[in-house]
Every structure is written in C-alpha cells, then in structure tokens.
C-alpha cells in the first residue's frame, strides 16, 4: 500500500515570498539571490548574518523588511563601548508606593525583528549577549528567564574582518546564524538604477504585506514538505565530508580546521524545503541543497591559515564538495 504524500498548502509560502520580493524590490535594486535567500531564511525561521564592505545596501535591506512585516522592529548600532545590558535589558530600581524595589526594564531584543547592525564592531563579551536569545528564544537577566516574542528573528549586519576596529564573532554564535549571505557589489545598470531612485524628489515608500501569523503559518508548512530519504543521506554526506578527519577531498584535509556542525544539516534541509516550495514543488531535490549549501554552510566551516595564504576560500571548497559527493538514486 502506498502512502499518501501529505497535502500541503504551499500557495500560503509562494504568495508570501511573492509578495515580500515584489515589494522589496520597489526600494532594493537588483540583487535577487540576496533578496531571495533572506526570504527563505525569514520562512525557515532562521537568523541572517549579511556581510559586506560599507555602503552596499545592508541595513537598508534590513529595515525595509522591517517595513514590509507588520512586526515589532528594533535597530541596535553595535560599537565598541556598546555593553550587554544595552541589549538585553537591565534591573533599574524604581518606587512603588514609597518603597523602592527592581524593576526590570526590556532592552531593544523584544521585538519580532532585530537588526544588529555592524555587530562586530562590538567586543566578544557584547556580542555573546546574543547567544542565549537566537538559540532558546529566551533572555536571562540575573536568576530570571523571559521568553522572547514570536516570531523572532536576528538580522545582523557585519564588515569584512579584514577593516579595522572589527572583533571577529565566535564560533558559537556565528553557528547560530542560519545563513551567511556575501552581499556583493552591484552591477553598472544597477548603479544607474540606484541613483535614479535615490537621488531624486522621493523615494518609494513600502507598504505592509505579511504580519507575525503569516510568518509563523508559513514556517509551520514549510516544515511539512517531504524529503527522500536517498536525498537526506546525501545532505549527510555533503555535512560529512566538510571534516579533514572523514572527507575524501585533499583540499578538505589540507585546508580545514573542522567542519558544519549538525547545525548545518539541519539548516541544509529546511532552507531546501523553502527553496521547493518557492520552486512550486513539494518535495525537495538535490538541487535545492546544492542552491542553499554555500549560505548555510560558507559560516560554519573554519580554514586553516594555509587556506588564506592559498587563496582558498569557503565557497570554493564548498562548490568542490557538492561537484565530488555521490548523489545516489532513490531505491524502489
């Protein structure tokens, strides 16, 4: 007897990202991979960490999602003397019927849709305030714990390590961001367009198009979407062979200090199921992990300094992997 494949109403995930994509590109030129794997990270329920050389968009595209969900936003500037309770919130002592007690007073990460901008201009000790907060969904301030709003999300912005007064992350938080999307520089006709929309009279103002209910709904079918079991050993595979210690590649032997965690699997087959929804499909394909495997993996694979010295970058190694991993057909 044949199972029945579970019905699912993935036209409630299309129109969504339809609508966000239609609507952000009113402000954003150009740059659709960007715009697109936000979106999916965004219906994963995933954290996003965009890098870039100043000037290239990120906070702009940050704040006109904030613009397009009808969601709590809250923008946090990371700097140097930027500390931990300006995140988190702190205990303030206020007066209540002429006696003085602790009242705790909520930082800026209650809110639906936190941008951090320029978050590795701020010291290790303010950036693994994050860590609690994009893992548990919770906030822990002296011996109490309170729970995050729904849906939750981190969208950090960072320059490349290499600019001064950066503080690389640690390795721990930059594994709790789902996807690490390189924002790259636009093209001469994007250029054109940029100033024409920027430099004139007014600029488009967005409009509301989704609220927190339809995220949420969106996740919850996202998650439904089947997956082959010849396609998820093969996921396993690909997260196996980023390890110097099992992969069969030199390159990874040579150039890798350790691989993706489980992490990475997992956020390898839930940005997969996104993107085959987005596909109009309703069962994930190899191409679909193959398409989100540099964003959700470029973060969590850490090279040698031979790699550097090489000119050897995560996404070469990456593209090597997926070219080299067996894709075994399914079994009848």
């Known amino acids: 007897m044949i199972a029945e494949e579970p019905r699912i109403d993935a036209t409630k995930v299309t129109e969504l990202a339809q609508a966000l994509e239609a609507e952000l590109a009113r402000l954003i030129v150009g740059q659709k991979e960007l715009v697109r794997d936000t979106v999916i990270a965004l219906i994963a329920g995933g954290h996003v960490l965009l890098e870039g050389v100043p000037g290239l968009g990120k906070t702009v595209l940050v704040r006109s999602l904030g613009q397009v969900l009808s969601m709590s936003f809250a923008r946090v500037q990371f700097t140097p003397d930027l500390m931990p309770a300006d995140i988190v919130g702190t205990n303030v002592i206020g007066e209540t019927d002429g006696r003085r007690e602790f009242?705790?007073?909520?930082?800026?990460?209650?809110?639906?849709?936190?941008?951090?901008?320029?978050i590795n201009r701020a010291t290790p000790k303010t950036q693994s305030a994050l860590l609690e907060a994009m893992q548990e969904r919770t906030v822990t301030v002296g011996t109490q714990t309170r729970s995050l709003p729904s849906p939750f999300f981190v969208l950090a912005t960072q320059n490349p390590i290499e600019l001064e007064g950066t503080y690389p992350l640690p390795e721990a938080q930059l594994d709790r961001f789902f996807f690490k999307i390189l924002v790259p520089f636009p093209s001469e006709h994007d250029l054109l367009e940029i100033a024409r929309r920027t430099t004139g009279e007014s600029t488009p103002q967005l409009e509301p198009v989704a609220d927190g209910g339809a995220v949420l709904a969106a996740q919850r079918i996202a998650r439904e979407v089947p997956i082959a079991e010849h396609v998820l050993a093969y996921a396993a595979r690909v997260i196996a062979a980023t390890h110097p210690d099992r992969s069969e590649l030199d390159s990874v032997r040579r150039y890798v200090r350790w691989g993706a965690s489980p992490r990475g699997m997992q956020t390898l087959v839930l940005a997969g199921k996104v993107r085959a929804l987005l596909e109009g499909r309703y069962n994930v394909a190899f191409d679909d992990l193959n398409a989100v495997a540099r964003p959700a993996l470029r973060h969590r694979i850490f090279l040698?300094?031979?790699?550097?010295?090489?000119?050897?970058?995560?996404?070469?190694?990456?593209?090597?992997?997926?070219?080299?991993?067996?894709k075994e057909p399914a079994r009848d």
């Open 304 to 326: 040698q300094f031979e790699a550097e010295a090489d000119g050897i970058t995560t996404d070469r190694l990456i593209s090597e992997l997926l070219e080299h991993t067996v």
């Open 103 to 118: 009242r705790y007073q909520a930082g800026p990460l209650f809110a639906n849709l936190v941008l951090a901008d320029e």
